[in-house]
């Protein structure tokens, strides 16, 4: 792995806690426009990863600091305090977020270099 790849990763890592951060204290401050805000703002991080790296291996690191930052921010603290108040928002952000992640993955392809979109030749 090249030194620009794992540069790459990363960011893309220290990207994922950022957004679930972010997300995490807007999906819950103005519903449903905060919920449709930050499962927007998951999706293109999720989608920038893949079309920045060029594989699923871009959107695993997006999802990886995604997923650490909203279960750390879920877990709430001894005296009570939490950023996840425990309702349906929530767990629509939460599961909402993981399927873009699997969405992103999976269902879209970028072109291969030198040829036609498609599996290739052997």
């Known amino acids: 792995m090249s030194a620009a790849r794992a540069a790459s990763y990363t960011g893309l890592v220290?990207?994922?806690?950022?957004v679930g951060a972010a997300g995490s204290?807007?999906?819950?401050?103005?519903?449903?426009?905060?919920?449709?805000?930050a499962l927007a703002g998951t999706a293109g991080l999720f989608y920038g990863g893949l079309r920045l790296t060029g594989t699923t291996?871009?959107?695993?690191?997006a999802a990886v600091g995604w997923l650490?930052?909203?279960?750390?921010?879920?877990?709430?603290?001894?005296?009570?305090?939490?950023v996840f108040a425990g309702g349906v928002v929530e767990l629509v952000y939460l599961?909402?977020?993981m399927a873009v992640a699997v969405i992103c993955a999976t269902a879209i392809r970028t072109p291969q270099p030198g040829g036609p979109p498609g599996r290739r030749g052997i």
């Open 95 to 97: 599961l909402g977020g």
């Open 14 to 18: 220290v990207l994922g806690v950022l």
């Open 68 to 82: 650490v930052a909203v279960v750390v921010l879920s877990l709430g603290r001894p005296e009570g305090d939490g």
């Open 25 to 37: 204290l807007v999906q819950g401050g103005w519903v449903p426009g905060g919920l449709l805000l």
């Open 57 to 61: 291996v871009g959107v695993g690191a």
